[in-house]
């Protein structure tokens, strides 16, 4: 045992990091976490691809636009930001909650807000990630995007991509880790399938055509599809998912339990 | 509305270990809890370094250390990785190297946080509170898990800290840890806080209590069965805690050992063992707050 430590003579006592650091960082190191999970990264980048090249090579897609790729891009990029910010995220924090990280790290100067923050932050990192594979995957295979409607695209994706965080973070916060993954999962699944996602709602059964536009999922499925083979913003979609951003965020924020 | 934890009242000084000591369920850690933010406390009041924990930011948060009683790491994270993490929301924070090396946790830096044991969770934990420099930390049963070479490490460690000047802060449920660690132990019971002072003080005021000088226990091992009314002052409680194990609890006298030994003598008894002791600390908590299991 050494016995006395080279800062003996420090005084006690350190002030915190600034916050833009501290969020950063906690971005960061989220996201570097997400990133190693073997589980995380096949449900965020290999089932989309998978999807992707599904759909081009069926005929499911045919005859709802200029080509098979362009139609099922923007469901696909919809399908990342459901991937990640909702069943991933979702995930992550609700484990994260049972194991008394939050708690511990809403001790340190990071705090609640800062933890919140720094989850968004690595939303927002993974799905960039997942915007640049599936580029580099769709553009070979003949992706080409409404020029006008790239950077509305992008930023309903953002859009989408809170109203998921929140719905994540309010399952995460509600529910035990292990429903969260039920909960999330089997939601990735059916929404994927039949949320007017990937597949738009025309291309759906009677009874789904009926609910999918109020749905995160199909509006922002829809909303991208506008953006990204038009170039035109679909408002009714945005009004949706802002809804759905306001509602669950506000029931997160509500009813979260850190412990 | 719940009440568990109402008539806690307690002050912790610098340069102090201060111990809640109580059963398990007693509200050790509700009450540490509301102090470092966690849980929002219904009524009463709690000031750290001067301000309210339920309204305080990031540099009260700074000057703060904390150890959950769960840890709080997350099970994926490698060690060192994961203090360098907490380390970066300091300004000024303790190198992470040198609180490496001092809790010895360079020995188990390649494994991930589910594979370590109770104890290296522990170090670890302690690491993370204490990475900040904290001026008040805070200590949820600190020794659960650790081995005794562990436990030697994390208790100089402590003593050290509090000799610093910083503010220490422990719940437990172990009389040994606060006779080791404590310059000032309350006793909670039940959301209260049935009895303060030092260690020493707290065994002197069962004494006066008992309005006697000596309370000593005799334990002594020997053939079962045996009848010592008589042999003792009546006030002397004696009892067979199991076949062939005595104690005699009470205020003994030197004349009182002699004549327990001429008893043997008389009877050609020769006990297996024999012990005097004085009262400890667990004595008196068991006193204080009853014997029932909870």
């Given amino acids: 045992m050494s016995s006395v430590p080279a800062t003996a003579g420090t005084p006690l006592g350190s002030g915190p990091a600034p916050l833009l650091r501290r969020i950063l960082l906690q971005g960061k190191y989220e996201t570097v976490t997400m990133i190693r999970n073997g589980e995380q990264l096949i449900l965020a980048i290999i089932l989309p691809l998978l999807a992707l090249v599904g759909l081009t090579v069926t005929p ?32 992550a924090t609700g484990f994260d909650r049972r194991y008394g990280v939050l708690r511990f790290l809403s001790t340190t100067p990071l705090g609640r807000a800062g933890l919140i923050l720094g989850k968004v932050l690595a939303v927002l990192a993974v799905l960039l990630l997942q915007v640049l594979v599936v580029s580099a995957v769709a553009l070979p295979l003949g992706w080409r995007p409404s020029v ?13 991509a809170a109203a998921f965080t929140a719905l994540g973070l309010l399952v995460a916060g509600t529910v035990r880790p292990e429903a969260t993954l039920a909960i999330t999962n089997l939601l990735w699944i059916l929404l994927g399938a039949l949320g007017g996602i990937v597949i ?15 749905l995160p999922s199909g509006a922002l499925g829809q909303a991208l599809r506008d953006a990204f083979l038009h170039g035109s913003v679909n408002l009714a979609a945005v009004f949706v998912l802002l809804l759905w951003t306001a509602i669950a965020g506000a029931a997160a924020t509500r009813w979260f339990k850190w412990n | ?19 809640l000591l109580g059963a398990n369920g007693a509200g050790k850690t509700t009450t540490i809890e509301c102090a470092q933010g966690l849980q929002k406390r219904t009524g009463g009041s709690i000031i750290l370094l001067g301000q309210d924990p339920d309204t305080a930011g990031a540099a009260l948060r700074a000057r703060v250390g904390v150890m959950l009683q769960d ?42 946080v589910r594979r370590l044991s109770g104890g290296q969770k522990q170090r670890l934990a302690l690491a993370a509170a204490l990475v900040g420099r904290p001026e008040v930390l805070f200590l949820d049963e600190p020794s659960a898990g650790l081995d005794p070479q ?4 994390v208790f100089e460690l402590i003593a050290e800290l509090r000799d610093r000047g910083m503010a220490i802060i422990l719940t437990t449920h172990l009389m040994d840890d606060a006779q080791r660690l404590a310059d000032y132990v309350y006793i909670i019971d039940a959301g209260r806080n049935v009895a303060e002072g030092t260690v020493a003080q707290l065994l002197r005021h069962e004494l006066a209590a008992a309005g ?12 079962p069965g045996l009848d010592l009314a008589g042999v003792l002052p009546a006030d002397v409680e004696i009892r067979e805690t199991r076949a062939g194990s005595y104690s005699a609890t009470g205020a003994l006298t030197p004349a009182d050992l002699a004549a327990v030994t001429a008893w043997w003598a008389d009877r050609g008894i020769m006990p ?21 299991i909870r």
Avoid: K
């Fill in chain 1, 60 to 91: 499911l897609l045919d005859g709802l636009g200029s080509s098979r790729v362009n139609i099922a891009v923007p469901g696909i990029l919809a399908l990342c930001a459901m991937s990640t910010a909702f069943t991933g995220q979702g995930i």
């Fill in chain 1, 148 to 160: 006008p409607g790239l950077l509305p695209g992008f930023l309903l994706l953002v859009l989408g």
């Fill in chain 1, 200 to 214: 738009p709602a025309e291309r759906l059964p009677a009874l789904a055509q009926a609910i999918v536009h109020f």
């Fill in chain 2, 1 to 19: 509305m719940l009440r568990v934890v109402s008539g806690v009242s307690l002050v912790a000084e610098r340069g102090q270990v201060t111990a």
């Fill in chain 2, 71 to 112: 840890g709080g790491l997350p099970p994926s994270a490698r060690p060192i990785p994961l203090l360098r993490h907490i380390a970066g929301m300091y300004q000024d924070p303790w190198p992470v190297d040198e609180l490496v090396a001092r809790l010895g946790i360079d020995a188990f830096s390649r494994t991930s």
């Fill in chain 2, 150 to 153: 562990s436990r030697q490490l």
């Fill in chain 2, 212 to 223: 006697a000088q000596h309370i000593r226990t005799l334990h002594f091992e020997a053939e």
């Fill in chain 2, 272 to 292: 297996a063992s024999m012990s005097l002791a004085a009262r400890s600390l667990e004595d008196v908590f068991l006193d204080i707050s009853g014997r029932e």
